[in-house]
């Protein structure tokens, strides 16, 4: 289930990232990046490059493998990766949570993929990963993200000063969660 293609809409999908994807991620970040800019951290031009991709990814996978992190990819009818999701800061044991980041090609936004993918990741985190718990952060004015995040279920939580180094400053972020269930603690991982 987890390593699907999950449909978004007619023309888009989920599925979970691999080094293939590197080429496209760089063109759409790049067609992106100032779309981007006052949400993101400073990147190297290298970033923005096929090779700075795969490096990405190859680091995202190795944490995948060791149950840290999950990539996901949004990818159009031609299966090209247009955007990413990621479970990152993967813990089990008392805690089992992950935080969630996210960004959308600059060409598809507005569209309601966002809300979409994420409302797929509760699921299959509560399902597949048997998580607890996700959490996301944005900047104080990310209307667009923390508007994704409330038609989602995801509740806030608290304010971090000075939280992330965003767009060449230390910016105060606000904090939100969802609590996926509240069962037993169940899988492998204890
Ligand atoms: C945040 C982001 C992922 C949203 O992707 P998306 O596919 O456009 O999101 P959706 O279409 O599902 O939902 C966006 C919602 O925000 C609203 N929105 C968008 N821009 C807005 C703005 N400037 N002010 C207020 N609301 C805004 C939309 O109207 C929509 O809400 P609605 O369904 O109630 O009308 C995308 O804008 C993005 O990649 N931003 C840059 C990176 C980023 O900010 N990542 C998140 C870091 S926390």
Redesign the pocket.
């Known amino acids: 289930m987890i390593d699907d293609v999950h449909p978004l809409d007619a023309e888009t999908g989920l599925r979970p990232a691999s080094v293939a994807d590197a080429a496209c991620l760089a063109a759409s970040l790049t067609r992106?990046r100032a779309?981007?800019k006052?949400?993101?951290p400073v990147r190297p031009d290298s970033f923005y490059t096929p090779e700075g991709q795969r490096e990405r990814l190859a680091g995202l996978l190795a944490d995948r493998a060791a149950g840290r992190s999950m990539p996901w990819v949004l990818c159009d009818a031609g299966d090209r990766a247009v955007?990413a999701f990621t479970l990152n800061a993967i813990a089990f044991g008392a805690f089992r949570s992950a935080v969630l980041?996210?960004?959308?090609?600059?060409d598809?936004?507005?569209?309601?993929?966002?809300?979409?993918?994420?409302r797929r990741i509760c699921e299959l985190a509560r399902d597949e990963l048997r998580l607890h718990r996700i959490e996301?952060?944005?900047?104080l004015d990310?209307?667009?993200?923390?508007?994704?995040?409330a038609?989602c279920g995801f509740e806030e939580f608290g304010m971090a000063p000075s939280f992330l180094h965003i767009d060449g400053a230390w910016r105060d972020h606000r904090l939100f969660q969802r609590i996926l269930h509240d069962g037993p603690v169940t899988g492998a991982e204890g």
């Open positions: 992106s779309y981007m006052p949400w993101e955007g980041g996210y960004w959308v090609d600059v598809l936004a507005g569209r309601g993929l966002a809300t979409a993918a994420v996301a952060g944005t900047v990310n209307t667009a993200s923390q508007r994704v995040l038609k």
